[in-house]
């Protein structure tokens, strides 16, 4: 963790919890959390308990984030949810390309740039995911992923955009297996992106970008992450859905 950039909690809800079990985990969680003033602290709900969840942080040190975005404005795109529409339930973050989008909905990384840009442009703040499958790491394909990844997904995007976007890494074989990238592994790629971000745009870009890493993150071991001098926060799923475990997150030493 670098104390130039402002650390990032954010819990992934996925497809778990109703709108009564979110206002009651977000109620609960309120009060661990609400000494917490240097870092930013974020929940991800399912579409269906967005507004629940939103009014029930309404004025605390807690902010909304959805977990999908469709990039067009309104229209003919049955299922599908737009900027204006998060923006309407008080949604401040999105997460975009999260490893269970490619990998089930077969996401590449050209939807997940023209999701990005629109999220930016109506004033969202995307949350980017990028990650390697165990065969990528295997077969030494690790940098080469990761480089189009983050290539692909910030095709187009200026300078000014860069400030507002927070990158989440995410090895896939590292999520909800209780497999954990050491942290000198994850602070390995963090440098990784880092270093993808300054070729892309410049040296000052990159110091400023806030990097998240995602992958079986548990109160046991997020100290140790958030040591890493490239590891500036967290996307948490399975321990975010308990909201003693998310407050053991977000308080890390």
Same mark, same amino acid.
């Not at 500036?232 to 003693?244: F, M, Y």
């Given at each position: +963790? !670098?104390?130039?950039?402002?650390?990032?909690?954010?819990?992934?809800?996925?497809?778990?919890?109703?709108?009564?079990?979110?206002?009651?985990?977000?109620?609960?969680?309120?009060?661990?959390?609400?000494?917490?003033?240097?870092?930013?602290?974020?929940?991800?709900?399912?579409?269906?308990?967005?507004?629940?969840?939103? #009014?029930?942080?309404?004025?605390?040190?807690?902010?909304?984030?959805?977990?999908?975005?469709?990039?067009?404005?309104?229209?003919?795109?049955?299922?599908?949810?737009?900027?204006? +529409?998060? %923006?309407?339930?008080?949604?401040?973050?999105?997460?975009?390309?999260?490893?269970?989008?490619?990998?089930?909905?077969? #996401?590449?990384?050209?939807?997940?740039?023209?999701?990005?840009?629109?999220?930016?442009?109506?004033?969202?703040?995307?949350? +980017?995911?990028?990650?390697?499958?165990?065969?990528?790491?295997?077969?030494?394909?690790? !940098?080469?992923?990761?480089?189009?990844?983050?290539?692909?997904?910030?095709?187009?995007?200026?300078?000014?955009?860069?400030?507002?976007?927070?990158?989440?890494?995410?090895?896939?074989?590292?999520?909800?297996?209780?497999?954990?990238?050491?942290?000198?592994?994850?602070?390995?790629?963090?440098?990784?992106?880092?270093?993808?971000?300054?070729?892309?745009?410049?040296?000052?870009?990159?110091?400023?970008?806030?990097?998240?890493?995602?992958?079986?993150?548990?109160?046991?071991?997020?100290?140790?992450?958030?040591?890493?001098?490239?590891?500036?926060?967290? %996307?948490?799923?399975?321990?975010?859905?308990?909201?003693?475990?998310?407050?053991?997150?977000?308080?890390?030493?």
């Amino acid at each position: +963790m !670098n104390k130039q950039r402002r650390p990032i909690i954010a819990g992934n809800w996925k497809m778990n919890m109703t709108a009564a079990q979110g206002r009651e985990l977000a109620s609960k969680l309120i009060p661990l959390v609400s000494a917490v003033k240097d870092r930013d602290i974020v929940l991800g709900p399912p579409f269906t308990a967005l507004q629940t969840v939103g #009014e029930a942080i309404k004025g605390t040190n807690i902010s909304i984030s959805a977990q999908n975005i469709h990039w067009e404005d309104k229209g003919a795109f049955t299922g599908e949810i737009s900027a204006e +529409m998060l %923006l309407d339930l008080g949604c401040k973050y999105v997460i975009i390309g999260h490893s269970e989008r490619r990998q089930y909905f077969g #996401e590449t990384d050209e939807p997940v740039n023209k999701k990005v840009r629109p999220a930016l442009k109506k004033g969202l703040l995307p949350i +980017m995911c990028v990650g390697e499958t165990l065969a990528e790491r295997e077969a030494g394909k690790l !940098n080469d992923v990761i480089s189009r990844q983050v290539t692909g997904g910030l095709k187009d995007l200026s300078a000014e955009d860069m400030k507002k976007v927070v990158i989440a890494y995410e090895p896939v074989w590292a999520i909800g297996t209780g497999k954990t990238a050491s942290p000198e592994q994850a602070n390995e790629v963090h440098a990784l992106i880092r270093s993808k971000v300054q070729s892309l745009y410049s040296a000052e870009i990159a110091d400023g970008l806030r990097i998240q890493y995602g992958g079986s993150v548990t109160p046991d071991n997020v100290s140790q992450l958030m040591a890493m001098p490239d590891i500036d926060g967290a %996307l948490v799923g399975g321990a975010s859905l308990k909201p003693e475990s998310f407050a053991a997150l977000v308080n890390f030493k």
